[in-house]
């Protein structure tokens, strides 16, 4: 995704992402209304929001996050990023449906 995008949740129920940012240096992710700091990236992180774990390349990186780790309400949740150099982050919602 590009940052300012939209995505839309299609469901009545929060899903619990897994985002990915490939880039290095200290990144501000604005997803929604939360504000997840990212400090000292090199190469990227993992946000895994359904293990509530931050990980690249199998090595563990919540120490480098400061936030909650994000989630999708229902409806339009705005993803934007300022700060480091941001190569190309992917979202995977985890669209929740019974």
């Keep these: 995704i590009t940052s300012g995008s939209f995505l839309l949740n299609p469901t009545g129920i929060q899903a619990k992402p ?3 940012i490939t880039g290095s240096g200290d990144i501000t992710l604005l997803v929604g ?3 997840i700091e990212l400090e000292g990236i090199e ?4 946000l895994d929001s359904e293990l509530q774990e931050a990980y690249w390349n199998d ?5 480098c996050m400061t ?3 994000p989630v999708l309400g229902e409806g339009n949740t705005a993803i934007s ?5 941001v190569t190309e982050v992917t979202v995977v919602p ?3 449906s019974l």
């Design 94 to 96: 985890r669209w929740v």
């Design 18 to 20: 897994l985002i990915s």
């Design 59 to 63: 090595v563990l990186k919540n120490g």
């Design 67 to 69: 936030g909650e780790f």
């Design 81 to 85: 990023w300022t700060g480091g150099i």
């Design 43 to 46: 190469n990227g992180i993992i």
């Design 33 to 35: 209304t939360q504000i």
